[in-house]
């Protein structure tokens, strides 16, 4: 998306309808940060806002590097938007190697911020450059901003008696203070912010007021920077909103989903990027019944979350690709005992490390087949950073309601990335309350009232879930396979046979407990695209700009990919192409392929970054026009 001014020479001939901006440098610069308080202050004026968060792969890759470049992005607009934008419309970069990795990024004609202090020699030659850009001629299709941030910031503190190693570090404050300045940011919410983060060092605090105010009072006073612009507020619906990550709104919906369901929570974690996030949030709510324990492996995490569901807790455990795989025999179990249990699966690129800062969707698989044995259970995926409250909240409902384990599925680019959230009323959460059995619940053959802690719910195949220590209702689990009704050790082939296909029944069961499939655009067009996870930000774009541009497509966005909505196999087979755009080589579009024998095509990336709208948009263009030409021909 570029940006949209009204350039009619009216008094809001400066006005934007939205703004995308880039901050990157060094991982030791402060970007995160920077695009945060940018993000945060936008929020609070009013804007829709998406950002993107893109961290370093390597923790601690050479200062000065490609790769130990660090970047924000976020998209602010006065309307509804859903991506954090294709091009960014400003670049911030506060070293060589910030502009050698992302000016590819920025849209012709776009403005690129230069420190252009860092520009020095060393520093050239470890981004890789043979001679300066700022003297080459090769940013001359950009509007450039050259500005000494770091000898400017160093002057500021100087009178502080801020030494100038430790005066460097404010730099970040003042890029922030001059695209606050052009951008039209207000200043007093950022001032505040210093001093509630930094007040316990004043001359740190002094230090970062100072950058900061030099560097929005630069923008002031050079004629360089030239005209101010301004994203007004968004029109959204009325309601108290705030600015949430994807990894604190599931972690808040789990947190209400142990209010709802009267339970309290235990998790047990392993700390790996991109989840630790929820493990750290979820440490702060001891008072809402909250345990949580940072175990010393991931498979001790899980079968602390196990044996807390056993003793009636709601037992959770947090992780990413290669946690679940570990995690695989503890959930194989949790197949066979039939007790709720949440594994939530934060998706980054793979195999093995792989791109352990970077976004992915290639965990579908294993979170569908990655037991042993037949061990079915539901799959749940998250598509919006706010969304991720609901979705943690649906996968308990779930778990409680058919006595099952369910992997809910996030990713980087949901973690780490922020929405505004109008915040739900209590009113609106169901009510996911479960009673524990506490009496027997079978007469036996000699008239003894006894409990079988297999005997299922006819409804929804659910066992009884009865609190250890339960007078009169002592039982027995454990891996080896059981006897329906009595739980007793049964290894006879018709038993386990039966087994097998009562514990599928139970999860294909729950498919008449989903939602009909909600059909966006043109209900009547040819194309039709089918999204899972955070491919629906850019989904929900790329189908609007088509549809504004006068093209007839549809789309769909599923939540349960375990066991699908019973509705899907007709809704496909009304499209003629069916476009699965997915962050992996195609595992949906195998799946729903081999399961209705539709021709679906997938639309695949795999770079660590979440798709583009237009990447989208060029895949239905391709689409209409293949069906134009058979068309044609016939």
């Known amino acids: 998306m570029t940006d949209t001014i009204d350039r009619s020479g009216t008094e809001d001939d400066h006005v934007l309808d939205h703004l995308i901006i880039r901050f990157a440098g060094d991982s030791g610069d402060g970007m995160q940060l920077t695009g945060d308080r940018f993000t945060s202050v936008s929020a609070s004026f009013g804007n829709d806002l998406s950002t993107l968060p893109d961290f370093?792969?390597?923790?601690?890759?050479?200062?000065?590097?490609?790769?130990?470049v660090s970047a924000f992005q976020v998209n602010i607009a006065d309307h509804k938007i859903t991506t954090p934008g294709d091009e960014p419309n400003v670049l911030v970069a506060m070293n060589p190697a910030a502009l050698m990795a992302d000016l590819h990024r920025l849209e012709p004609g776009g403005t690129v911020i230069i420190n252009e202090d860092a520009f020095e020699e060393r520093n050239l030659e470890k981004a890789g450059y043979k001679v300066n850009p700022l003297d080459d001629g090769s940013l001359a299709n950009y509007r450039v901003l050259r500005v000494p941030m770091t000898s400017l910031t160093k002057e500021i503190c100087a009178p502080l008696g801020v030494k100038p190693r430790d005066a460097e570090r404010s730099k970040n404050f003042f890029a922030l203070g001059l695209v606050s300045f052009m951008y039209t940011r207000p200043v007093d919410p950022t001032l505040g912010w210093i001093t509630e983060k930094f007040g316990g060092n004043e001359q740190v605090e002094a230090a970062n007021k100072a950058?900061?105010?030099a560097g929005f009072n630069f923008g002031e006073t050079t004629e360089a920077v030239g005209h101010r612009y301004e994203v007004k507020p968004a029109k959204l619906p009325a309601g108290e909103y705030t600015s949430v990550t994807g990894n604190t709104a599931l972690a808040w919906g789990?947190?209400?989903?142990?209010?709802?369901?009267?339970?309290?929570?235990?998790?047990g974690s392993y700390p790996i990027t991109p989840a630790s996030d929820i493990l750290h949030e979820l440490s702060k709510h001891k008072h809402f019944g909250i345990r949580t324990v940072q175990a010393e492996d991931e498979i001790a995490a899980i079968g602390m979350a196990l044996g807390a569901a056993f003793a009636g807790h709601l037992g959770v455990t947090t992780t990413s690709g290669p946690g679940v795989a570990l995690k695989s025999e503890t959930t194989s179990l949790a197949v066979s005992i039939e007790l709720p249990l949440l594994l939530v699966d934060i998706q980054r690129g793979g195999p093995s490390t792989g791109l352990p800062t970077k976004t992915e969707a290639s965990d579908l698989n294993i979170a569908l087949y990655g037991r042993h044995g037949e061990a079915p259970l539901p799959v749940i995926a998250a598509y919006t950073p706010a969304q991720c409250f609901h979705a943690a909240i649906e996968a308990v409902r779930i778990a409680l309601k058919y006595r099952t384990p369910v992997i809910l599925l996030s990713d980087g680019y949901l973690a780490n990335g922020s929405e505004p959230w109008n915040l739900p009323s209590i009113d609106s959460l169901p009510d996911i309350s479960v009673p524990f059995t506490t009496e027997p619940n079978h007469v036996d053959d000699d008239g003894n009232d006894v409990f079988w802690?297999?005997?299922?719910?006819e409804a929804t195949l659910a066992r009884p879930w009865a609190i250890p220590g339960t007078p009169g209702l002592m039982h027995r689990v454990g891996g080896l396979e059981k006897n329906d009704g009595t739980g007793n050790i049964d290894y006879t082939p018709a038993n386990h046979e039966h087994m097998v296909h009562l514990r599928a029944a139970k999860i294909a069961a729950i498919a008449a407990d989903i939602a009909p499939t909600e059909i966006n655009g043109d209900p009547d067009a040819d194309v039709l695209v089918l999204g899972w996870g955070s491919t629906w930000a850019a989904i929900d774009a790329a189908i609007q700009r088509s549809r504004r541009a006068g093209k007839s497509v549809a789309s769909a966005h599923i939540m349960h990919l375990n066991p699908l909505p019973p509705d899907l196999g007709d809704i496909l087979k009304r499209f003629k192409r069916v476009i699965v755009p997915e962050l992996n080589m195609g595992q949906l579009t195998t799946l729903i392929r081999g399961k209705y024998l539709v021709d679906a095509h997938c639309l695949s990336k795999v770079q660590g970054m979440p798709f583009k709208s237009i990447e989208i948009m060029t895949a239905i263009d391709e689409a209409l026009e293949s069906i134009s030409n058979e068309g044609a021909q016939s």
């Open 56 to 68: 370093p792969a390597e923790i601690r890759a050479p200062a000065g590097t490609v790769n130990g």
């Open 211 to 213: 950058s900061f105010l």
């Open 254 to 267: 789990i947190v209400a989903a142990g209010q709802l369901a009267k339970l309290p929570i235990t998790l």
């Open 453 to 457: 802690p297999y005997l299922r719910d």
